[in-house]
């Protein structure tokens, strides 16, 4: 809604801050930081109020019956949060920001349900599989139609890193790939959030580098420099992906071990499902595989432990998914969640890279 202020420029030249992305971006990104910090403590007090506790399962790690007694759905502020500073520093006439916010939204209430079931229960069993992945797949399915639209000759493109105006395309697979990619990275990123702070920088991480991408993309000079595709519009998106850099910053802040709150499927589906509907937006679905490598690997590790459970009755990991089985070995808490980061930051950087190594 700011962005409209610079259409008073000429009565007030500082207004046409105002027009810059760099400039709403930043904004958006404090914004959601700050309002996140204020108000995060009056919902952990709301959520201890009403007992909303996270269920710690009794076969995980010793170390985390101490957890007992942390409220979740702190997710439910980086949605609050991150929404409201899109809507106030974003041009909400730009068609993708309102696509990525269904994205983000609908794939958070689907992770709200999911919490408040296991709450009401009292149990670690929420929605069942079926369910969740009927209304994530439905979701998916609405923003890939979106997306294939606004792209118009691009919709069905798949780009290769790497390689200069290289693409294929995917035609009708391009709609199963695309649900895959939306679905497989909001599962993804919830199977990471298992310990306080692991997964808040490899999102932020990730942000970090679809931000850069789009702005790039959205620029024509870049794009043509740069030797990548040209999307119109698809610059504004840099301003959602600041205001959620901002709003998980605010909740790293009281997620941090010793966790004050947990984020819960509210905050880690709605913010994979942003991931991937801004992977795809940017025709960049195969970097996303780079950045959010750890994601990758969090849930690999869950599908080789169940399916080799089934299969050979051994498991291939003490315990899935992949965080856990280092804190098996011995690991802390804290130095997985490090070097997790670091690997994070490393991996960010490399996605990055794809952009110039052509």
């Given amino acids: ?12 030249s500082a207004l046409n801050l105002f027009r810059y992305l760099t400039f709403r971006t930043g904004g ?76 983000f939204l609908g794939m958070g209430l689907t992770g709200f349900v999911d919490d408040y079931t296991k709450l009401t229960r009292h149990s670690s069993d929420g929605l069942t599989c079926r369910q969740k992945l009927f209304w994530q797949f439905t979701i998916a399915g609405i923003v890939c139609l979106g997306l294939i639209y606004l792209t118009g ?6 780009t290769v890193p790497f390689f200069k105006n290289f693409f294929i395309d995917m035609s009708f697979f391009y709609i199963p790939f695309v649900l895959i990619v939306i679905v497989g990275t909001s599962n993804a990123v919830n199977l990471t959030d298992g310990l306080d702070g692991l997964v808040s920088l490899p999102v932020i991480m990730s942000t970090l580098v679809f931000m850069v991408i789009a702005y790039l993309v959205g620029r024509v000079d870049y794009a043509s420099y740069l030797q990548i595709h040209y999307i119109k519009d698809a610059g504004e998106m840099t301003v959602m992906g600041g205001a959620l850099v901002g709003a998980t910053l605010g909740f790293l ?48 590790s869950v599908m080789i432990q169940v399916g080799s459970y089934k299969l050979r009755k051994k498991r291939v990991f003490l315990m899935a998914p992949i965080h856990h089985h280092f804190e098996k070995l011995g690991w802390s808490e804290t130095t997985v969640v490090v070097r997790f980061w670091i690997m994070s930051i490393l991996l960010a950087l490399a996605a990055v890279a794809t952009l110039k190594l052509r």
């Fill in 1 to 12: 809604m700011l962005y409209w202020l610079s259409f008073f420029k000429e009565s007030v």
């Fill in 153 to 158: 000759s691009m919709g069905t493109i798949l």
């Fill in 253 to 300: 802040w009281y997620n941090a071990h010793p966790a004050q709150v947990f984020m819960g499927d509210t905050g880690s589906l709605a913010l994979g499902g942003f991931l991937g509907a801004i992977a795809v937006a940017t025709k960049h679905e195969i970097v996303l595989t780079i950045s959010g490598l750890i994601f990758v690997i969090e849930a690999l």
């Fill in 28 to 103: 958006a990104l404090l914004t959601a930081f700050i309002l996140t910090l204020i108000f995060m403590p009056r919902l952990i007090r709301w959520l201890k109020a009403k007992q909303a506790e996270q269920p710690i399962r009794s076969c995980g790690p010793q170390t985390h019956l101490v957890k007992k007694g942390t409220p979740t759905l702190g997710g439910l502020m980086i949605l609050i949060t991150g929404t409201v500073s899109t809507l106030l520093w974003a041009n909400v006439m730009n068609p993708y920001i309102w696509i990525l916010l269904f994205a």
